[in-house]
């Protein structure tokens, strides 16, 4: 009964935080490591609970979606389908030992990304004005390294395609959002879809999860205007960053 009790207040603050700022995935994940499951299955587990709200931002941002300069948005959904199927792949194909060695470096990797998230994006816009629009083959190997990291840890996803978008010359902030959620819903689905077929979700905890980060998700959207934003950006890396250190300390 106290496992659920934590899953769900995780999973409800998780919800909320991703409606306002993201960072989500800092507390779905550990806390489902913290109650007994195992790495992998609890990283599967958690990119299963936070599907929803990546297809219910997908859909509200569905007449700003644009395809960046060099991309056309039928490869922009291939290539998202590909890189999430071969993430999850990769996924299945880690132990649980080498992957909780590996847990805190990504922790901290996205923590960072989040951190300076902002200074990232003002840099992808300075490149692209610079510069001029990489190829179409640099695009799409951007695009599909992004899209393998999503669909083997989702920690970061959208400050990284964020800054991509910039650097391949896209500067509507709709538009990003647009896109940005469009490839964080498809490779997430496909990345179930793979870790279902793999036997490494369980079901019980994803859908109670699923109902909170849901729940969490509506009224943290009323909230958010409430709360400074750098009030947010402060807490949540905070928690990235205990949460990385638990893991550390751990070993």
Request: aromatic share 8%; proline share 4%.
């Given at each position: 009964?106290?496992?659920?009790?934590?899953?769900?207040?995780?999973?409800?603050?998780?919800?909320?935080?991703?409606?306002?700022?993201?960072?989500?995935?800092?507390?779905?994940?550990?806390?489902?490591?913290?109650?007994?499951?195992?790495?992998?299955?609890?990283?599967?587990?958690?990119?299963?609970?936070?599907?929803?709200?990546?297809?219910?931002?997908?859909?509200?941002?569905k007449?700003?979606?644009?395809?960046?300069?060099?991309?056309?948005m039928?490869?922009?959904?291939v290539i998202?389908?590909?890189?999430?199927?071969?993430?999850?792949?990769?996924?299945?194909?880690?132990?649980?030992?080498?992957?909780?060695?590996?847990?805190?470096?990504?922790?901290?990797?996205?923590?960072?990304?989040?951190?300076?998230?902002?200074?990232?994006?003002?840099?992808?816009?300075?490149?692209?004005?610079?510069?001029?629009?990489?190829?179409a083959?640099?695009?799409?190997?951007?695009?599909?390294?992004?899209?393998?990291?999503?669909?083997?840890?989702?920690?970061?996803?959208?400050?990284?395609?964020?800054?991509?978008?910039?650097?391949?010359?896209?500067?509507?902030?709709?538009?990003?959002?647009g896109?940005?959620?469009?490839?964080?819903?498809?490779?997430?689905?496909?990345?179930?879809?793979?870790?279902?077929?793999?036997?490494?979700?369980?079901?019980?905890?994803?859908?109670?999860?699923?109902?909170?980060?849901?729940?969490?998700?509506?009224?943290?959207?009323?909230?958010?205007?409430?709360?400074?934003?750098?009030?947010?950006?402060?807490?949540?890396?905070?928690?990235?960053?205990?949460?990385?250190?638990?893991?550390?300390?751990?070993?």
């Open positions: 009964m106290a496992d659920i009790a934590i899953l769900l207040a995780a999973a409800f603050v998780a919800g909320a935080l991703n409606a306002v700022a993201g960072g989500g995935s800092f507390l779905t994940l550990p806390a489902l490591i913290f109650t007994g499951v195992p790495p992998v299955v609890a990283n599967a587990t958690g990119t299963v609970a936070l599907l929803p709200g990546y297809a219910a931002g997908a859909w509200g941002f007449d700003d979606m644009q395809a960046p300069p060099g991309l056309s039928k490869a922009i959904i998202a389908l590909i890189g999430g199927a071969a993430g999850a792949a990769l996924l299945l194909f880690t132990p649980d030992a080498t992957f909780r060695k590996i847990v805190p470096w990504l922790l901290l990797a996205a923590t960072a990304m989040f951190a300076f998230g902002p200074q990232l994006r003002a840099w992808a816009s300075k490149g692209n004005a610079a510069h001029a629009a990489p190829s083959s640099k695009a799409a190997l951007g695009m599909l390294a992004v899209s393998i990291y999503g669909g083997y840890f989702n920690g970061g996803l959208g400050i990284l395609l964020l800054a991509l978008l910039g650097l391949l010359g896209q500067t509507n902030l709709n538009a990003m959002n896109t940005k959620n469009l490839v964080s819903a498809l490779l997430t689905a496909i990345a179930v879809g793979i870790y279902a077929a793999g036997g490494v979700v369980q079901w019980k905890q994803a859908l109670i999860m699923m109902v909170a980060a849901t729940l969490g998700g509506y009224l943290g959207a009323r909230l958010a205007r409430k709360i400074p934003a750098n009030w947010l950006r402060g807490g949540i890396v905070a928690t990235g960053l205990v949460m990385a250190g638990l893991f550390f300390w751990k070993g």
